[in-house]
T-cell receptor, first 112, second 113 residues
Protein backbone atom coordinates (compact mmCIF):
# COMPACT_ATOMS: atom_id res chain seq x y z
CA UNK A 1 0.00 0.00 0.00
CA UNK A 2 2.86 2.36 0.77
CA UNK A 3 5.00 1.54 -2.24
CA UNK A 4 5.81 3.77 -5.14
CA UNK A 5 7.16 1.88 -8.14
CA UNK A 6 9.53 3.82 -10.39
CA UNK A 7 10.89 2.97 -13.83
CA UNK A 8 13.24 2.79 -15.58
CA UNK A 9 16.11 2.20 -13.19
CA UNK A 10 18.48 3.96 -15.59
CA UNK A 11 18.06 6.07 -18.69
CA UNK A 12 20.41 7.38 -21.34
CA UNK A 13 19.16 10.25 -23.48
CA UNK A 14 20.79 12.28 -26.21
CA UNK A 15 21.23 16.00 -25.61
CA UNK A 16 18.10 17.77 -26.78
CA UNK A 17 15.93 14.69 -26.37
CA UNK A 18 13.02 14.02 -24.04
CA UNK A 19 13.60 12.10 -20.81
CA UNK A 20 10.58 10.28 -19.39
CA UNK A 21 10.45 8.66 -15.96
CA UNK A 22 7.36 6.85 -14.74
CA UNK A 23 5.93 6.10 -11.32
CA UNK A 24 2.94 4.10 -10.12
CA UNK A 25 1.30 3.91 -6.71
CA UNK A 26 -1.36 1.88 -4.95
CA UNK A 27 -2.53 4.02 -2.06
CA UNK A 28 -5.43 6.13 -3.33
CA UNK A 29 -5.14 8.36 -0.25
CA UNK A 30 -1.89 9.86 -1.53
CA UNK A 31 -2.48 13.54 -2.25
CA UNK A 32 0.94 15.01 -2.96
CA UNK A 33 3.47 13.80 -5.53
CA UNK A 34 6.89 15.49 -5.59
CA UNK A 35 9.92 14.73 -7.70
CA UNK A 36 13.39 15.09 -6.28
CA UNK A 37 16.69 15.50 -8.13
CA UNK A 38 19.95 14.27 -6.66
CA UNK A 39 23.41 15.08 -8.00
CA UNK A 40 26.40 12.92 -6.99
CA UNK A 41 27.63 13.77 -3.51
CA UNK A 42 24.59 15.91 -2.72
CA UNK A 43 21.28 15.47 -0.99
CA UNK A 44 18.04 15.16 -2.97
CA UNK A 45 16.37 18.49 -3.74
CA UNK A 46 12.77 19.20 -4.67
CA UNK A 47 12.39 19.65 -8.41
CA UNK A 48 8.64 19.89 -9.02
CA UNK A 49 5.48 18.61 -7.37
CA UNK A 50 1.83 18.03 -8.22
CA UNK A 51 -1.46 17.47 -6.43
CA UNK A 52 -4.06 15.06 -7.83
CA UNK A 53 -6.58 17.79 -8.67
CA UNK A 54 -4.58 18.70 -11.80
CA UNK A 55 -3.41 16.46 -14.64
CA UNK A 56 -0.27 18.35 -15.56
CA UNK A 57 2.18 20.81 -14.09
CA UNK A 58 4.97 22.48 -16.01
CA UNK A 59 8.00 24.38 -14.74
CA UNK A 60 10.44 25.33 -17.44
CA UNK A 61 11.64 22.18 -19.18
CA UNK A 62 10.17 19.92 -16.48
CA UNK A 63 6.59 18.62 -16.65
CA UNK A 64 4.69 16.25 -14.40
CA UNK A 65 1.81 14.35 -15.98
CA UNK A 66 -0.66 12.82 -13.55
CA UNK A 67 -3.23 10.11 -14.30
CA UNK A 68 -5.41 9.63 -11.24
CA UNK A 69 -7.49 6.76 -12.60
CA UNK A 70 -4.41 4.79 -13.58
CA UNK A 71 -2.61 5.78 -10.36
CA UNK A 72 0.42 6.83 -12.36
CA UNK A 73 2.49 9.96 -12.72
CA UNK A 74 5.51 10.77 -14.82
CA UNK A 75 8.27 13.31 -15.19
CA UNK A 76 9.12 14.64 -18.63
CA UNK A 77 12.33 16.59 -19.19
CA UNK A 78 12.22 18.42 -22.48
CA UNK A 79 15.38 19.43 -24.36
CA UNK A 80 17.46 17.33 -21.96
CA UNK A 81 20.89 18.75 -21.18
CA UNK A 82 24.08 17.15 -19.82
CA UNK A 83 23.54 19.22 -16.66
CA UNK A 84 20.31 17.26 -16.08
CA UNK A 85 22.35 14.09 -15.51
CA UNK A 86 21.38 13.05 -11.99
CA UNK A 87 19.27 10.55 -10.08
CA UNK A 88 15.56 11.36 -10.01
CA UNK A 89 13.17 10.15 -7.33
CA UNK A 90 9.42 10.24 -7.40
CA UNK A 91 7.61 10.29 -4.10
CA UNK A 92 4.11 10.28 -2.69
CA UNK A 93 2.44 11.07 0.58
CA UNK A 94 -0.74 11.85 2.42
CA UNK A 95 -0.04 15.42 3.50
CA UNK A 96 -0.04 15.88 7.25
CA UNK A 97 -0.35 12.18 7.83
CA UNK A 98 2.47 10.10 6.39
CA UNK A 99 6.13 10.66 5.55
CA UNK A 100 7.20 10.84 1.92
CA UNK A 101 7.50 7.40 0.33
CA UNK A 102 10.18 7.40 -2.35
CA UNK A 103 10.54 5.39 -5.51
CA UNK A 104 13.83 3.58 -6.03
CA UNK A 105 15.25 6.26 -8.28
CA UNK A 106 16.19 6.63 -11.93
CA UNK A 107 19.73 7.41 -12.92
CA UNK A 108 19.58 9.74 -15.93
CA UNK A 109 22.59 10.30 -18.17
CA UNK A 110 22.30 12.91 -20.90
CA UNK A 111 25.01 12.49 -23.50
CA UNK A 112 26.15 15.06 -26.02
CA UNK B 1 24.20 29.79 4.25
CA UNK B 2 23.42 26.06 4.52
CA UNK B 3 19.82 25.27 5.41
CA UNK B 4 20.30 21.72 6.69
CA UNK B 5 23.84 20.96 7.73
CA UNK B 6 25.20 17.68 8.99
CA UNK B 7 28.60 16.59 10.25
CA UNK B 8 30.75 14.76 9.56
CA UNK B 9 30.41 14.45 5.79
CA UNK B 10 32.65 11.40 5.69
CA UNK B 11 33.19 8.82 8.39
CA UNK B 12 35.25 5.65 8.20
CA UNK B 13 35.22 3.47 11.29
CA UNK B 14 35.75 -0.07 12.43
CA UNK B 15 33.09 -2.63 13.25
CA UNK B 16 31.96 -2.46 16.84
CA UNK B 17 32.66 1.23 17.29
CA UNK B 18 30.09 3.82 18.34
CA UNK B 19 29.67 6.98 16.27
CA UNK B 20 27.42 10.02 16.08
CA UNK B 21 26.22 12.23 13.25
CA UNK B 22 25.02 15.73 14.05
CA UNK B 23 22.40 17.73 12.18
CA UNK B 24 21.19 21.30 12.41
CA UNK B 25 18.62 23.21 10.39
CA UNK B 26 18.26 26.98 10.25
CA UNK B 27 14.96 27.01 8.36
CA UNK B 28 12.76 27.29 11.43
CA UNK B 29 11.09 24.00 10.56
CA UNK B 30 9.20 21.96 13.11
CA UNK B 31 9.90 18.48 11.75
CA UNK B 32 13.22 16.74 11.22
CA UNK B 33 14.11 13.36 9.76
CA UNK B 34 16.85 10.84 9.30
CA UNK B 35 16.89 8.94 6.01
CA UNK B 36 19.25 6.13 4.99
CA UNK B 37 20.36 5.75 1.38
CA UNK B 38 21.91 2.40 0.55
CA UNK B 39 24.34 1.50 -2.22
CA UNK B 40 21.46 1.11 -4.67
CA UNK B 41 20.34 4.68 -3.93
CA UNK B 42 17.15 3.58 -2.19
CA UNK B 43 15.95 6.24 0.29
CA UNK B 44 14.35 4.90 3.45
CA UNK B 45 13.06 6.89 6.38
CA UNK B 46 14.46 5.94 9.75
CA UNK B 47 13.14 8.51 12.23
CA UNK B 48 11.13 11.68 12.39
CA UNK B 49 10.80 14.26 15.15
CA UNK B 50 8.28 17.06 15.47
CA UNK B 51 9.17 19.75 17.97
CA UNK B 52 11.56 17.39 19.74
CA UNK B 53 8.99 14.59 19.97
CA UNK B 54 9.59 11.28 18.18
CA UNK B 55 6.74 10.69 15.72
CA UNK B 56 8.19 8.04 13.41
CA UNK B 57 10.42 5.17 14.33
CA UNK B 58 10.67 2.75 11.44
CA UNK B 59 11.97 -0.77 11.79
CA UNK B 60 15.48 0.22 12.71
CA UNK B 61 17.82 -1.75 14.99
CA UNK B 62 17.88 -0.29 18.47
CA UNK B 63 21.60 0.32 17.98
CA UNK B 64 20.41 3.49 16.27
CA UNK B 65 19.26 6.17 18.67
CA UNK B 66 18.17 9.65 17.59
CA UNK B 67 18.25 12.60 19.94
CA UNK B 68 16.65 15.99 19.46
CA UNK B 69 17.86 18.54 22.04
CA UNK B 70 15.73 21.24 20.39
CA UNK B 71 13.67 21.53 17.25
CA UNK B 72 16.63 22.81 15.21
CA UNK B 73 18.85 19.82 15.98
CA UNK B 74 18.54 16.10 15.42
CA UNK B 75 21.51 13.88 16.08
CA UNK B 76 21.95 10.20 15.29
CA UNK B 77 24.01 7.91 17.48
CA UNK B 78 24.92 4.44 16.31
CA UNK B 79 26.25 1.79 18.69
CA UNK B 80 28.21 -1.31 17.82
CA UNK B 81 28.56 -0.49 14.14
CA UNK B 82 28.18 -3.33 11.64
CA UNK B 83 29.34 -3.67 8.03
CA UNK B 84 25.72 -3.38 6.88
CA UNK B 85 25.44 0.07 8.41
CA UNK B 86 27.64 1.44 5.63
CA UNK B 87 25.44 3.91 3.76
CA UNK B 88 24.75 7.59 3.29
CA UNK B 89 22.67 9.08 6.08
CA UNK B 90 20.63 12.16 5.24
CA UNK B 91 19.21 14.56 7.73
CA UNK B 92 16.19 16.53 6.51
CA UNK B 93 13.54 18.93 7.71
CA UNK B 94 10.08 20.11 6.73
CA UNK B 95 8.01 23.09 7.76
CA UNK B 96 4.61 21.63 8.47
CA UNK B 97 5.26 18.07 9.39
CA UNK B 98 4.73 14.73 7.72
CA UNK B 99 4.10 14.88 4.01
CA UNK B 100 5.35 18.42 3.60
CA UNK B 101 8.23 19.27 1.25
CA UNK B 102 11.44 17.87 2.67
CA UNK B 103 14.75 19.73 2.57
CA UNK B 104 17.73 17.41 2.73
CA UNK B 105 21.23 17.97 4.03
CA UNK B 106 24.21 16.94 1.92
CA UNK B 107 24.57 13.56 3.60
CA UNK B 108 27.04 11.78 5.84
CA UNK B 109 28.89 8.96 4.12
CA UNK B 110 29.49 6.20 6.67
CA UNK B 111 31.85 3.36 5.84
CA UNK B 112 32.27 0.54 8.34
CA UNK B 113 35.37 -1.61 7.83
Amino acid sequence: QQQVKQSPQSLIVQKGGISIINCAYENTAFDYFPWYQQFPGKGPALLIAIRPDVSEKKEGRFTISFNKSAKQFSLHIMDSQPGDSATYFCAATVRGNTPLVFGKGTRLSVIA
Amino acid sequence: DTAVSQTPKYLVTQMGNDKSIKCEQNLGHDTMYWYKQDSKKFLKIMFSYNNKELIINETVPNRFSPKSPDKAHLNLHINSLELGDSAVYFCASSHEGLGDTIYFGEGSWLTVV
